[in-house]
């Protein structure tokens, strides 16, 4: 079967889409870029999904795979399904080359699927918070037994962050500051 080659912007557009099916409430920026031998795409949204389940989706979308261990990077091949989700098709791993990515091979799971190789090799997401996000957080956590002046809310530009304040018991803001990490990461999922 030919391989069908999609450029970054092409496979943006795919997770553009995909996103927006997942999480119809939130507003991503999902930016290509194109660079000698690849391409790489950027997602980003304020407040919304989790980081986590953002990723969980568009890892899919990623061309190519990279170990570490022996400075090797392989290209996949996907099967891009008529919804418009991918799935691998061939990855050839680096295990022949003493490396940790085990080899992998599909057989095509739908009659309509095409093997395509995706442009961007890697996908990267960046979640910022809001100051109001970062309130209704800081609410959820005195409910839950904050005690006063151990945490504050830091902005920086769009972006806020949750920090311990100076003078506050450590081991107390470093908890909280924990909790506020671990409710960050439910928030907008169940709910506020």
Not at 7 to 31: G, H, I, N, Q, Y
Request: net charge neutral; hydrophobic share 40%.
């Amino acid at each position: 079967m030919e391989c069908i080659y999609l450029s970054p912007a092409e496979t943006a557009k795919l997770v553009r889409a995909r996103l927006k099916k997942a999480f119809p409430r939130t507003k991503f920026s999902v930016r290509s870029d194109s660079y000698s031998g690849g391409g790489s795409l950027r997602v980003k949204w304020t407040d919304g999904p989790a980081e986590t389940l953002v990723e969980s989706i568009v890892e899919s979308y990623a061309g190519g795979r990279f170990d570490g261990s022996i400075d090797m990077q392989v290209s996949v091949r996907h099967w891009l399904l008529p919804d418009g989700t991918v799935t691998v098709a061939s990855n050839p791993g680096t295990t022949g080359s003493m490396g940790h990515i085990p080899e992998e091979r599909e057989w095509m799971p739908d009659p309509d699927c095409k093997l395509v190789s995706l442009g961007a090799d890697f996908v990267f997401t960046s979640r910022t918070i809001s100051h109001a996000f970062a309130e209704k957080l800081l609410a959820r956590l005195t409910r839950k037994g904050l005690p006063a002046d151990t945490l504050k809310i830091e902005t920086y530009g769009d972006s806020a962050s949750i920090v311990a304040r100076l003078g506050a018991n450590f081991d107390d803001a470093r908890y909280w500051q924990h909790q506020a990490n671990v409710e960050r990461g439910r928030f907008m999922v169940a709910g506020a």
